[in-house]
């Protein structure tokens, strides 16, 4: 999985099966993440977010898992399909006066049919 | 409705040269932002604006300006372009400011 600052990691699944891309963070006073996808030349388009008082919300095909305890994010895409490939990161806001989302690298997410 | 308009698509510059990039949006969110999108740096912040009227600088503002004159348009001015400037750009934009950012469709800049 990703963490905010590092190299972009890639996950390779099959069309059908379930995805699961990871997402750590590191400031704890955040209280607000956000999934991103972006495909290829496109700009990033919002999935799913989530607020620091819950530990899971969920959308059409997507769950995203937060554990404060270990500052861990997950995103979950149940039955994968090839319009799924994407680069998926993750953002959190770290609240405050000034909003200011601290952004992941990515993870590159590669549907096989 | 289009929501975040950008323009242009793309464009190829040479260094020294000013350019400004248009962001335009329908959505009368409050909140507008740039960002530079390099590989293997992510998304960083240039400059954003909370509302229209006021400004705030970002993560990596040297070498841009910005103006909010209005509700919908913020543009991102390079004064002198320099290759290192050569990016992705996105503009986004929220309702609030602690609401989440929806993304335009990127201007590509290359700098020579």
């Known amino acids: 999985g990703e963490s905010v600052g590092l190299h972009l990691p890639t996950l390779s699944v099959q069309e059908g099966d379930n995805s699961i891309i990871n997402c750590a963070y590191s400031n704890s006073a955040s209280d607000y993440f956000i999934w991103y996808k972006q495909e290829s030349g496109k700009g990033p388009q919002f999935i799913i977010d989530i607020r620091s008082n819950m530990d899971k919300r969920q959308g059409q095909r997507v769950t995203v898992l937060l554990n404060k305890t270990v500052k861990h994010l997950s995103l979950q895409i149940a039955a994968t399909q090839p319009g799924d490939s994407a680069v998926y990161f993750c953002a959190e806001n770290s609240g405050g006066s000034n909003y200011k989302l601290t952004f992941g690298k990515g993870t590159l997410l590669t549907v096989n049919p | 409705i289009a929501g975040i308009t950008q323009a242009p698509t793309s464009q190829i510059l040479a260094a020294g040269r000013r350019m400004t990039l248009r962001c335009t949006q329908d959505?009368?969110?409050?909140?507008m932002y740039w960002y530079r999108q390099d590989l293997g740096l992510g998304l960083r912040l240039i400059h954003y604006?909370?509302?229209?009227?006021?400004?705030g600088k970002g993560e990596v503002p040297d070498g841009y300006s910005v103006s909010r004159a209005n509700t919908d348009d913020f543009p991102l001015t390079l004064a002198s372009a320099v290759p290192s400037q050569t990016s992705v750009y996105f503009c986004?934009?929220?309702?609030?400011?602690?609401?989440?950012?929806?993304f335009g469709p990127g201007t590509r800049l290359t700098v020579l």
């Open positions: 959505m009368r969110h409050n909140a």
């Open positions: 604006s909370n509302t229209a009227g006021t400004t």
């Open positions: 986004a934009t929220s309702q609030g400011h602690t609401d989440t950012q929806y």
